[in-house]
């Protein structure tokens, strides 16, 4: 019984070894570390639905709606000043760069507003 239990730590241990290295992207693929996070991130686009409590609505390509979660360490920016989350009103361009939540959820590092698209 011991020997089994052992087994299984030891899988345990190797496998979350194994999530916590960084692995090299392709040259054309590469994300960097943004912010207070080390991890890569992620950029999503499109228009804001609503923020309200700890999570953002982003409305994207194809009207596909994105729940993206908010922390104490998400930035929110416009022209590459902070600004409040409050000056954001609905419908604005937004450039969200995510990581990911343990639950593989996205979380906000940096909320940028945009310019609106050229029509």
């Known amino acids: 019984m011991r020997r089994i239990v052992l087994a299984l730590f030891l899988g345990v241990l190797a496998t979350g070894a194994g999530f916590a290295q960084t692995h090299k992207k392709a040259a054309g693929n590469q994300t960097e ?3 207070a996070y080390s991890e890569p991130a992620a950029t999503l686009h499109g228009t804001l639905k609503r923020i309200k409590g700890k999570e953002l609505l ?7 709606l ?6 104490g360490k998400t930035r929110f920016l416009k022209d590459g000043h902070e600004i409040k989350r409050s000056d954001i009103a609905p419908g604005s361009a937004l450039a969200v760069d ?6 593989l959820s996205p979380r906000a590092i940096n909320v940028r507003v945009e ?3 050229a029509e």
């Open 66 to 71: 994105v729940t993206i979660w908010l922390t």
């Open 115 to 117: 310019a609106p698209p």
């Open 33 to 35: 570390a943004t912010g």
């Open 58 to 64: 982003l409305l994207g390509d194809g009207d596909q």
């Open 98 to 103: 995510t990581s990911e939540n343990p639950d």
